[in-house]
């Protein structure tokens, strides 16, 4: 089993096996046992980063100080040039591509070498991209028992919550979130999603339905590029049974930036990610040559970066980059991160099209459920997993 001797070098802490006769050689981790039960409740009792940042203190607590070398090194000179590539969707629509061939190249370059662009024109209302943010900034700013109400658990992680995984004594990240599934429809429950701001239930259905078809339509021009059929990427995401869910990140002021991280470094476990960013605080960090990237987004701009499931269904063709989110001493910051993936339980693998004997097929087919499994547990560790995943002698 050489997959599963290479994983458990890298993830050392996991042992990974392969299922029995009679069902698909699905890699699964291992986890003891104590830490599936443990799905049901975190570790330890949840604190909210908001409290803490508005109680004043002038430290931040030691759970939340990240080792030496994970930590940002804030106001480094950057060249203002560097940035993700930013690229014009006019003429992208639900029937066509319509893009002129320059962008169609652009797109392709910046999944193979970024992971990562940012786009404007892409059909969404800047006036919806508003709303949509400013509504949810309204519900951060709700008294503390409103939003309690709808306090997550491992199990789903849906609705409001302020940890990734379930490691007892973890160190923390600087921020709380809420999450919601929009789609399938069987998972969209409005009970779960918050009752308070009015308009909130609302928005966020007119939202997550302009995101679908965006994310539709930014799909076909990823399959274009490989050569593949138009639908192909749709088709394996399991066609109109894909998923969609939203996590909107609030990250609070924090007296010692320096010392922690809004979010740790991670990839996105999902297909593709469609991020509005707050319009008047910087964050995001993308790593680029070793280096960290501070994004800079353009007015009414979304981020969309590649997921590890697209960089398994392109067999590496397009890179699920690893990013992190850094934290500021005057301004709060919200973000809306949508997450386009595929259907939770079918096998996801390199396409056919893109595997031959001298391109043989990097990783093994694996559900997103049991793949996003690791992350519920481990929470966010660099791109360790879908790295993990890769056979071994293909680098
Ligand atoms: C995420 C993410 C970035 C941000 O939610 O996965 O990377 O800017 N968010 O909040
Ligand atoms: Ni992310």
Request: proline share 9%.
């Amino acid at each position: 089993m050489p997959i599963s001797m290479h994983s458990s070098q890298i993830l050392p802490c996991l042992s990974p096996l392969l299922l029995q006769k009679g069902r698909s050689p699905f890699l699964l981790f291992e986890f003891p046992s104590c830490m599936m039960n443990n799905l049901l409740d975190w570790p330890e009792p949840i604190i909210r980063v908001q409290s803490l940042s508005e109680s004043g203190l002038p430290a931040i607590p030691h759970r939340y100080m990240k080792p030496l070398s994970d930590r940002p090194v804030i106001n480094w000179p950057e060249s203002c040039d560097v940035n993700i590539p930013l690229i014009d969707l006019t003429g992208l629509s639900d029937d066509k591509i319509g893009l002129p061939p320059r962008t169609v190249d652009q797109i392709f370059s910046a999944c193979r070498e970024w992971g990562f662009f940012q786009v404007v024109n892409h059909g969404v209302s800047p006036d919806l991209m508003d709303r949509a943010r400013e509504t949810w900034r309204s519900f951060f700013h709700l008294p503390m028992e409103s939003k309690q109400a709808y306090a997550n658990s491992p199990k789903t992680y849906e609705g409001y919550g302020s940890r990734l995984g379930i490691e007892k004594g973890a160190i923390l990240d600087w921020s709380d979130y809420y999450y919601l599934h929009y789609l399938p429809s069987t998972l969209k429950d409005y009970n779960k999603w918050p009752a308070s701001p009015d308009s909130c239930r609302e928005v966020t259905d007119e939202y997550g339905k302009e995101l679908v078809k965006l994310g539709g339509r930014i799909m076909k021009v990823l399959c274009v590029n490989l050569g593949l059929k138009e639908d192909r990427l749709q088709h394996a995401f399991g066609g109109d049974n894909l998923g969609a869910c939203l996590r909107v990140n609030f990250y609070p002021k924090c007296p010692q930036p320096d010392l922690t991280l809004g979010l740790s470094s991670h990839s996105d476990p999902g297909g593709l990610t469609i991020l509005l960013p707050d319009h008047q605080v910087p964050g995001l960090q993308v790593l680029k040559n070793g280096r960290w990237i501070t994004i800079k987004p353009a007015p009414h701009a979304f981020i969309v970066n590649i997921g590890d499931q697209i960089q398994v269904l392109s067999n590496a063709n397009y890179k699920s980059v690893e990013h992190r989110v850094i934290v500021n001493s005057g301004m709060e910051r919200v973000s809306l991160a949508f997450f386009y993936n595929p259907k939770n339980d079918i096998p996801i693998k390199p396409v056919e099209e893109l595997v031959s004997e001298d391109k043989p097929a990097l990783y093994p087919p694996m559900t997103f459920d049991e793949y996003r499994l690791f992350i519920r547990l481990k929470g966010p560790k660099g791109k360790s997993q879908v790295e993990s995943l890769k056979s071994p002698g293909c680098h």
